[in-house]
Structures are given as C-alpha cells and as structure tokens.
C-alpha cells in the first residue's frame, strides 16, 4: 500500500509541484485552473515562498488537484499556517518557522556580509521590478481579481438557458440543444481595466472526473473590453452540446498580458447532457 502524499512530501509546494507535474501541467495551466493571474502565484507556492493561501483558493487547489478526503484536513493546515509574519517563509513540514537571514546567521556567522549583500542587491531588483510594473500598469491597465467581479443577484451570477427553460446545477439539457449562457462583469476599480478576452469556460463530457482537463466545449468570446471605473458588460452566446455526459460552465477572461483566470467569486453551473 502506498504512503499518502503528505508523508512523502517535506513541504506543501512539494506536494503541489509533484502532483501538478502528475497530471502533465505546466505552472501556467495549473494557476490558470486555480484563478491566479500569472504562473507567478504557483512557482512561489511550490517554492514554498508564500504567507498563507486563501481558504478559497485552498479549496479549488483541493478540487483540481484531486486531494483525497484522508488528506484534505493535513493539505489545508500545510496551505494556511498560524498568523505566519511577513518575511518568513513555510520550510520543511517538521521545521520551525524562521526568519531565512537569521537561518543563515545561526548557521554560520561568517556569511553575515554575504547575505546582507545579497539582500541588498535583491532589494534593487524588487524596486526596478515594482517600478517596471507600475509604468505597464499605466499604459496597459490589466483585469486582476477581485477588480473585475461578477454582477448581478449573488444567485443568478450565471444565468444558463435551453429552450428558454432555466438550467441549473444538476438539470438536465437533451443532445443537441442549444445552451445559452449570460454572465455580466463590473470593473470595481478606481482605473480603467483592460479585458483581452470574456468568454465562458466549458468543460466536458466528464467534467466531474477531470475538472478542466475535460474536452473543451468551445463558446464565441467577447474581445478587448475597456471597463471604466464602475462599469460593466454582458456577455450572452450559445453553444450546442451534443455529446451526452457531464458539463459545467464558468466564466473565465484573460488580461492584457495573455494570463488567463476565474473571475471572482468563482461560479460554476453543473449540469448533464443525455440522449
């Protein structure tokens, strides 16, 4: 019998690493999945330089890496650690939780100016970085998350139709019928966002089983949407589903700099197709 995860791995982002690298993802693809705006939320994760996880985020980490219930109450502990102070990092899972300057120092004092210079130059880098990042800001405003939300009564976020009859999570639509879905988002910004694309994410048949590695069910998407400070747009397009199985759909857009993602709250409608 095989040991569970959390006893062959030394740290969350290890455990993450390996079963992403399982399932043949790249660290793009798994914070697209998860609703990051950049695979640079995932590499610092299994770097095991992060704070702590959101508890929504934990749970779509849990979902779409296929956690096993026996390990979902250790995975949820290693992703959200006790009050951890800003400019400490996670290390090995049976380590105590320290400062990385002060781990050097305690190691070997002689590497004192070592690490102060490399913490120097570390600190330039981070500051032209940030600097770089406002400039781009500037002449491309981006959608992140939690500036670009879903509108609308919190249950009717998406609204899915076939027939003119309401569709909701564990209805049924026939082979064959066309399905449409509407969805609205509003830019809560105090800046203008700039949307690439706004389309509705479909997944299936077998989208309960593969979650988005299921075959992709493709719907017309919306493109370069600019949202002023408080407004919002529709999207309203319709797909036939004609292969009988199990679906869901969720809307998705991609920012000026091509990174896909959820758009918060994450939202999905289940449903299932038959002959």
Same mark, same amino acid.
């Given at each position: ?16 690493? %390996?079963?992403?690298?399982?399932? =043949? ?11 990051y ?5 995932? @590499?610092?994760?299994?770097?095991d ?11 779509r ?12 109450? &250790?995975?949820? #502990?290693? #992703? ?19 400062p ?6 305690? &190691?070997?004092?002689?590497? &004192? ?5 490399i ?31 879903? *509108?609308?009564?919190? $249950? ?8 003119? @009859? #309401? ?19 509003? %830019? %809560? $910004? ?5 949307? %690439? ?6 997944? =299936?048949? =077998? ?6 590695? #299921? ?8 493109s ?17 589903? @004609?292969?009988?199985? *199990? ?7 991609? *920012?000026?700099?091509?990174?896909w ?5 994450? &939202? ?6 038959? $002959?």
């Amino acid at each position: 019998m095989s040991k569970p995860e959390s006893e062959k791995c030394s740290s969350l982002g290890t455990w993450i690493k %390996n079963r992403r690298k399982e399932l =043949g993802w790249s660290q793009a693809q798994l914070a697209y999945k998860v609703g990051y705006s950049s695979k640079e939320a995932i @590499r610092k994760i299994e770097n095991d330089r992060y704070g702590a996880i959101s508890p929504e985020r934990v749970e779509r980490l849990i979902e779409i890496l296929g956690i096993p219930p026996t390990e979902q109450a &250790t995975f949820r #502990a290693w #992703a959200r650690p006790a009050s951890l102070p800003a400019g400490f990092t996670l290390g090995e899972k049976n380590s105590p939780i320290v400062p990385e300057v002060t781990r050097d120092l305690t &190691t070997n004092t002689s590497h &004192t100016s070592r690490t102060w210079r490399i913490a120097l130059v570390g600190g330039l880098v981070m500051v032209l970085l940030v600097a770089a990042t406002i400039l781009a800001l500037r002449e491309h405003p981006i959608s992140e998350n939690g500036l670009v939300l879903l *509108d609308g009564p919190s $249950d009717r976020l998406i609204q899915v139709e076939a027939n003119g @009859r #309401a569709i909701l999570s564990g209805d049924h639509v026939k082979a064959g019928e066309l399905v449409t879905v509407t969805f609205a988002v509003r %830019n %809560n $910004d105090s800046r203008p966002v700039r949307i %690439n694309s706004l389309v509705i994410g479909a997944r =299936g048949p =077998g989208a309960k089983e593969k979650g988005w590695s #299921a075959p992709i069910v493709p719907f017309p998407g919306l493109s370069n949407i600019l949202l002023k400070p408080g407004e919002r747009v529709e999207y309203r397009q319709s797909q036939v589903f @004609r292969q009988p199985g *199990d679906y869901f759909v969720e809307p998705n857009a991609q *920012d000026v700099l091509g990174n896909w993602g959820g758009i918060q709250p994450f &939202t999905r409608i289940e449903f299932s197709v038959t $002959d």
